[in-house]
């Protein structure tokens, strides 16, 4: 960079967002999370490679304030070469794009897009911080061979680096990244699975006559993909595979053959990210307790602090005793980077609310007890809503568009200090939005959040039992642990939202 010119035109996706129109001569540093094989442009003879990508500003866990942005989990970027071999070339989820002059503009449904122009130029950089300063994959400018950073930018990607390192290790890319999960259950006994992403980890690579992979899954299944070049990956490898269809047959056996697509891609995931460990985690468990080995754990479940049943804030072998003798059990868990946080009375959080600008957006961490609920009607608290324009539908109504749906749970609760100390409960507002999804899935009662078939035939019998285990949280026995977020809404009013926190079964 020479010039204090190119200095400000540094910037960020989450500054774009707010004005794509002014940022044509932007240069930024992002995140890739995915990437498409180079596609045949409709428009001209051009290949197109469509990268997702993520910065510190825009990503799920991000708030963007742009007014005309629906969608804030990635920005959309096309690259267009003469042929396949010129795209960019990625390896790891995580790897870093430089991006400079490329023209952004919203689509018709609010995403932030970015496009390659006569003008525009990309560097590719590794995930890995050992891997230095040196691209790995470039535009083929001559100015590009060999290009080192000056220190402004290795600055700005070591940063980065950072940032990636822990965002990735503290969230799964089931919720990073858009997903479309893989669902097995006993009544099918051949069933094709259409457009699914995987987390898999390379067991077997057999080369010579038979080109194939066996690969498994977190819940021990067993792949099996069938090529017809030599495969690049290894023993051990753990990858992302992103629309691939699978066609299971159940005989003795179960065979699951995984299909690449048109639109199938595959990156390897780096060690540090959460989805690496848990496969580590799975084995050690595995070793530990192999008559366990077979049970399905969910796997954000690693990510919470979930407590034996029965056991007291002040004692971890002695049971806590409730009201009347009975004995206490808590009934939630909140991510473990809560640990040490300390525990705020309802007191000491209506005196936050009464000062809420001062507080905007702060954490904190409460244990108590649910007093009660606004309501606990399945059909008032369930809802089906759109990603794009956010419009809800309630469960039996006609729907289109079902990829673009996930099923929300939306309610309010009044809490209690653990001795019933506060003279007014503090009311707490729940709504998982279309991304943090967990908060009854322990519970294995209703569908995954973005299972909307399963939703439109969800049995009653099954809403009326989450409407009674729901009931049951009620009381002292009862401890609830949460974290909570001071939020303001536009009209100034401030409201304690839940967050990071799940029931358990």
Not at 95 to 124: A, C, H, M, Q
Not at 136 to 144: G, L, R, V, Y
Not at 217 to 227: A, P, S, T, V
Request: charged share 30%; with cysteine.
């Amino acid at each position: 960079m020479s010039s204090i010119g190119e200095l400000k035109a540094e910037t960020t996706l989450a500054e774009i967002a707010l004005n794509p129109e002014k940022h044509h001569h932007s240069h930024l540093f992002a995140v890739i999370i995915d990437v498409s094989e180079p596609q045949k442009s409709a428009e001209n003879q051009n290949f197109n490679t469509r990268l997702k990508v993520i910065d510190p500003s825009f990503n799920y866990k991000a708030e963007v304030k742009a007014s005309r942005l629906r969608f804030h989990k990635y920005v959309y970027i096309n690259v267009y070469t003469e042929t396949p071999e010129m795209g960019p070339k990625v390896k790891n989820v995580g790897d870093i794009i430089r991006l400079r002059r490329f023209r952004f503009k919203y689509t018709p449904t609010g995403e932030l897009l970015g496009n390659e122009v006569k003008f525009s130029n990309w560097l590719v950089y590794s995930a890995y911080s050992a891997k230095n300063e040196h691209s790995i994959s470039h535009k083929q400018f001559e100015k590009n061979i060999g290009r080192k950073l000056i220190p402004y930018e290795a600055s700005r990607l070591s940063d980065l680096r950072n940032w990636s390192q822990t965002f990735f290790g503290n969230n799964s890319l089931m919720y990073v990244n858009w997903w479309t999960g893989f669902r097995e259950t006993e009544e099918f006994k051949n069933k094709e699975f259409k457009n699914i992403d995987l987390i898999l980890r390379v067991k077997r690579v057999e080369t010579g006559r038979k080109n194939s992979l066996l690969f498994v899954d977190r819940d021990n299944r067993n792949f099996d993909l069938l090529l017809s070049d030599s495969p690049n990956l290894k023993e051990g490898d753990t990858i992302k595979l992103r629309c691939v269809d699978i066609n299971v047959k159940k005989d003795k056996e179960v065979t699951r053959n995984i299909k690449i697509t048109t639109h199938s891609s595959c990156l390897i995931i780096p060690n540090y990210f959460t989805d690496y460990k848990q496969f580590d985690k799975a084995v050690q468990e595995q070793k530990r307790s192999p008559a366990k080995s077979t049970k399905t754990v969910d796997p954000f479940i690693n990510d919470y602090q979930v407590e034996e049943t029965g056991q007291s804030k002040s004692s971890k072998s002695t049971p806590k005793k409730g009201p009347k003798g009975k004995e206490e059990r808590l009934v939630t868990a909140v991510k473990k980077t809560y640990n040490t946080k300390k525990i705020s009375t309802v007191e000491e959080l209506q005196r936050v609310l009464a000062k809420a600008d001062e507080h905007h957006g702060q954490r904190f961490s409460f244990r108590g007890h649910i007093e009660g609920f606004n309501t606990t009607n399945p059909h008032d608290i369930i809802k089906l809503m759109h990603v794009d324009d956010r419009k809800l539908f309630k469960l039996g109504d006609t729907l289109i568009h079902q990829k673009k749906l996930r099923a929300i749970f939306s309610f309010a609760m009044q809490l209690q200090d653990e001795n019933g100390d506060a003279e007014t409960p503090l009311n707490v507002y729940v709504q998982t939005g279309e991304y943090n999804s967990h908060l009854f899935t322990t519970w294995k009662l209703l569908p995954e959040f973005d299972d909307i078939s399963a939703w439109q035939n969800v049995k009653e019998n099954k809403l009326t039992e989450f409407k009674k285990r729901l009931e049951a949280l009620k009381g002292p026995e009862n401890v609830v642990r949460l974290v909570l977020e001071l939020n303001i809404t536009k009209k100034g009013n401030a409201f304690f939202k839940l967050i990071d926190t799940i029931f358990l079964a």
